[in-house]
């Protein structure tokens, strides 16, 4: 599976912005959007299940950001809204077979590329 993540930039607190993901193929795994802000190690952000389009959030965003999925386009998107200067981080797009990897265990089996978003103050 490749994956590329594009739509990053940089916003002001409060903004909204909106990533996506295109992937070669999507109807076998679950997808998923993890963060690493300069410093920090890579967490995970969200994830939606193949099976049911089920969703899982870290607390952090909880609220504020939706993950979604179009299978027919095999694009993932991350809507982020009411953006914090603590979001500020480079966003990767995942995939796994397995949902429980990308939300439980924090991994995937395949990666994209990065894509910077910096909220400024």
């Known amino acids: 599976v490749q994956l590329q993540a594009f739509g990053g930039g940089l916003v002001q607190a409060g903004d909204s912005l909106r990533l996506s993901c295109a992937a070669s193929t999507g109807t076998f795994v679950s997808m998923g959007w993890f963060r690493q802000a300069p410093g920090k190690e890579r967490e995970f952000v969200a994830a939606?299940?193949?099976?049911?389009?089920?969703?899982y959030y870290a607390d952090s965003v909880k609220g504020r950001f939706t993950i979604s999925r179009e299978y027919v386009k095999k694009m993932v998107y991350l809507e982020m809204n009411s953006l914090k200067p603590e979001d500020t981080a480079v966003y990767y797009c995942a995939a796994d077979p397995s949902y429980d990897n990308l939300w439980r265990r924090g991994s995937a089996s395949y990666w994209g590329q990065g894509t910077l978003v910096t909220v400024s103050s």
């Open positions: 939606i299940r193949r099976s049911d389009d089920s969703t």
